[in-house]
């Protein structure tokens, strides 16, 4: 257990008869990126500011560094947290931005200095202490907020959504930037997002909420490659849900009876099932292929109903049977045949499809 280590010990926080968190049981570690990720109003504010002190859970404990919260206010917890505004003080310059919570602490003007200009080497920002806040851009002054709330030498940095206020490019620029800071000074971040890019590309573990319960954790490509739930085979990236009944299952492979015929696919984490379950069957629309005909295990015939380009990528809207579908393709810089209006056959590997118990999907 280091100082910068946070339990959540069975959590949870009702506003009256409403449960915002449903018992939250889990170990971020010191010096992990670990992000809160799922839609909005799940849960993830209330969750952090549990672990800043602004709120104090109805049940349950948060532990910081070993020791109990309990009673114990945001100003006195090894925190600091940033949110979507920055609340940067325009007339004010960048270096006694950053270096105003010593000022409130009492540290002298030239040991305030001295820190400021550290942590603007730090964020990659030398020699701009002073400027004016309103002469940097965007991405600089969120990397601002981020030196000032570093000045008090937290052990734990707790950010809410705070690239949402960003452009497209920037936010994904700020990704790798929020990432390669974090590595340097190698504080515990806990990053709440409703964004699976951000959570996937910079997250060591990544918690998936779905209104109040963490529904899995884990490194981003378990997340990704092998969900556990149909909410969370949803939410985090595109994907295929095609709905069917067991028929049978031999080891990992389940076969379901869905109105494309019998597909076959993997039993994610290891369940068993019996004939008649209903479930899901995902595929991600990377994993589904054009075949040439219809034959063989997992093939299908499909209706193109539209193509659209996306530069790197082209996606094919698919439907039969009721079931819309999802295909896309790589694109390889030449022009594939247009096949909307034609009938298509598709087909997947079954090890790339998983098979979940059917539950709510993301977004339904
Ligand atoms: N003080 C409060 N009193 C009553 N209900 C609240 C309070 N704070 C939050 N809630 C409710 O708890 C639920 C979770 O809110 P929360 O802000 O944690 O969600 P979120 O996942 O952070 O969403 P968003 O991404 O939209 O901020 C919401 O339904 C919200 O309305």
Redesign the pocket.
Known sequence: MTTKDIVLDHVSIR?GS?T?VDNAHLTINGGEFFSFL?P???????MLRCVSGFSEPTEGRVLIGGKDMKGVGPNKRPTALIFQNLALFPLMSVAENIAFPLEVRGVGKKDRRKKADELLDMIALPGVGDKKVHELSGGQRQRVAIARALAVEPDILLLD?PLSALDLKLRHHMRTELRTIQQRVGLTFIY?T?DQGEALTMSDRIAVMNAGVIEQIGDPEAIYNRPKTAFVASFVGETNAIEGKVTAQTGELVVLDTPLGPLKGTAAGGRKYKPGDNCYIFIRPEQLELRDNPAGENAFTTQAVKAEFEGNARLLFLGANGVDLRLTRINTGERPADLAGTAVHVGFDPSKAFVLPHSALAGA
């Open positions: 506003f409403y915002a799922g909005s109003g799940c849960g993830k504010t209330t959504e709440i409703h």
